[in-house]
T-cell receptor, first 114, second 110 residues
């Protein structure tokens, strides 16, 4: 298996633009997590899905952020409109059956909002 | 909700010295505890995990951790570090979801 695949690897955009980050979890994994990593706040859980259903989105910063998982093999994290303070590395992770299991992380998307 | 505190943001050590990275957690119920490692420009990788059973857990790359319920700690140890162990280490606790500590940057010097 190729592991968790995130795209793009790097994204540079201007303030106010829409940004879409993509994630393909490992085949057969039922849980998917989106994290944001910054120097100031460390690794923050934004949202996680179980069987394509959002279970906890309390970590989503504000209404500008939205996440979807239309099927078991694809998820998106969208920021609209983007702001400079959204600059961070965004990680997607998946696990077999939830939070007691090992998380497999993607390589992350480095987002820079100018 | 559960939370994790990593007591040291940076730990510099010399090669072949022992190291301990400290982690304390808080939770109202039984928890699962993890240590992950992050190398530059990469995602996190699991080092070891504690779900139940023996309180001493052995992981990859010679690392081990001990679960101490009375002290609510899960410190990571390695008896002799290598240059290649230089990385960021994250302690995590899982209850309703997976929460990570702020990370400890381990720098191994020659």
């Amino acid at each position: 298996d190729a592991g968790v695949i995130q795209s793009p690897r790097h994204e540079v955009t201007e303030m106010g633009q829409e940004v879409t980050l993509r994630c393909k979890p490992i085949s057969g994994h039922n849980s998917l997590f989106w994290y944001r990593q910054t120097m100031m706040r460390g690794l923050e859980l934004l949202i996680y899905f179980n069987n394509n259903v959002p279970i906890d989105d309390s970590g989503m910063p504000e209404d500008r952020f939205s996440a979807k998982m239309p099927n078991a093999s694809f998820s998106t994290l969208k920021i609209q409109p983007s702001e400079p303070r959204d600059s961070a590395v965004y990680f997607c992770a998946s696990s077999l059956t939830g939070t007691a299991e090992k998380l497999f992380f993607g390589s992350g998307t480095q987002l820079s909002v100018l | 909700a559960q939370s994790v505190t990593q007591l040291d943001s940076q730990v510099p050590v010399f090669e072949e010295a022992p190291v301990e990275l400290r982690c304390n957690y808080s939770s109202s119920v039984s928890v699962y505890l993890f240590w992950y490692v992050q190398y530059p420009n990469q995602g996190l990788q699991l080092l070891l995990k504690y779900l139940s059973g023996s309180t001493l857990v052995k992981g990859i790359n010679g690392f081990e951790a001990e679960f101490n319920k009375s002290q609510t700690s899960f410190h990571l140890r390695k008896p002799s570090v290598h240059i290649s162990d230089t990385a960021e280490y994250f302690c995590a606790v899982s209850e309703d979801d997976m929460r990570f500590g702020a990370g400890t940057r381990l720098t191994v010097k020659p």
